[in-house]
Nanobody, 117 residues
Framework: QVQLAESGGGLVQPGGSLQLSCEAYVSTFSLYVMGWYRQAPGEQHELVARITDGGGANYADFAKGRFTISRDHAKRMIYLQIKSLKPEDTAVYYC???????????WGQGTQVTVSS
């Protein structure tokens, strides 16, 4: 059973920075492409960024330049660094994992990020 546990959300002022963390409780971390999605109020889930076991990352257009995804193999964790936060970044951010062999996907419970003065 795969479990994903996010942390690091909160209330941040516009222009601030935040780092989200996700710990993956999996047997073989290298089998998973990891990522972050977000869902703003009244909107659908949207991809923020994904990262492979080899460290290759791709970002949604809105995330390029302000968001950085990273991966720690030893700790089985991924991170999302966000800078220059904007009110439109307000959303629940979800950790996501996809098994590269079975294509099965898993979601974390989400962590709320609110950008407001």
């Amino acid at each position: 059973q795969v479990q994903l546990a996010e942390s690091g959300g909160g209330l941040v002022q516009p222009g601030g920075s935040l780092q989200l963390s996700c710990e993956a409780y999996v047997s073989t971390f290298s089998l998973y492409v990891m990522g972050w999605y977000r869902q703003a109020p009244g909107e659908q889930h949207e991809l923020v960024a994904r990262i492979t076991d080899g460290g290759g990352a791709n970002y949604a257009d809105f995330a390029k330049g302000r968001f950085t995804i990273s991966r720690d193999h030893a700790k089985r964790m991924i991170y999302l660094q966000i800078k220059s936060l904007k009110p439109e970044d307000t959303a629940v951010y979800y950790c996501h994992a996809q098994n590269i062999r079975t294509t099965t996907t898993y979601w974390g419970q989400g962590t709320q990020v609110t950008v407001s003065s």
